[in-house]
């Protein structure tokens, strides 16, 4: 069975400054990961996706994050954060080719201070 | 590609009525996904289909729920007999078969009195 673990429920970092996001995985095969970011009263949307080619993703926005598999880790990153990236992300996982449904943390609610 | 729909967006009703929230994919995505996410929880799988055959549903999925996407196309989801406890938000998403990636809809904010 798949899970996934974001170890902050709350980051708070100064514009300007960079973001560090943590997610830990736990998976029977060999899974795709993402992470996706939900705006107040937006829908859901995919920041990048990891499916076992180049362990660095990049995403939009200036986002990336790293698959670690000996650290079962994909943590997301931003060199510098921005007020626009204010929202709740989430760490989500895949096996199966999805025929599971995606499995998600209970998500990150970032804060960037001006 | 005008993305997902979802309809409403709100929905209020009182405890033991029934509600059908419905959901238009991206239109050439063959799989469609719903999830169900509570106030400050990251969405939960309910249940999928691949064309008009559903194939997996989670055990979050009680009898009271049913969903159907009988052409193909579009999907609704039931819930009958609603119960405090469903209040929620119901997101809905597709994608294609080949693809792993979701999108996903704006979600039905249900809300039951």
């Not at chain 2, 238009?24 to 719903?34: A, G, K, T």
């Not at chain 2, 990251?42 to 969903?67: I, V």
Request: glycine share 8%; charged share 20%.
């Amino acid at each position: 069975a798949q899970s996934v673990t974001q170890l902050d429920s709350h980051v708070s970092v100064s514009e300007g400054t960079p973001v560090l996001l943590r997610c830990n995985y736990s998976s029977s095969y060999s899974p795709s990961l993402f992470w996706y970011v939900q705006h107040p009263n937006k829908g859901l949307q995919l920041l990048l996706k990891y499916t076992s080619a180049a362990t660095l993703v990049k995403g939009i926005n200036g986002f990336e994050a790293e698959f670690k598999k000996s650290e079962t880790s994909f943590h997301l990153t931003k060199p510098s954060a921005h007020m626009s990236d204010a929202a709740e992300y989430f760490c989500v996982v895949s096996e199966r080719g999805g025929a599971d449904g995606l499995t998600f943390g209970k998500g990150t609610h970032l804060i960037i201070q001006p | 590609d005008t993305g997902v729909s979802q309809d409403p967006r709100h929905k209020i009703t009182k405890r033991g009525q029934n509600v059908t929230f419905r959901c238009d994919p991206i239109s050439e995505h063959n799989r469609l996904y719903w999830y169900r996410q509570t106030l400050g929880q990251g969405p939960e799988f309910l249940t999928y289909f691949q064309n008009e055959a559903q194939l997996e549903k989670s055990r979050l999925l009680s009898d009271r729920f049913s969903a159907e996407r009988p052409k193909g196309s579009f999907s609704t989801l039931e819930i009958q007999r609603t119960e405090q406890g469903d209040s929620a938000m119901y997101l809905c998403a597709s994608s294609l078969e080949s693809q792993e990636t979701q999108y996903f809809g704006p979600g039905t904010r249900l809300l039951v009195l």
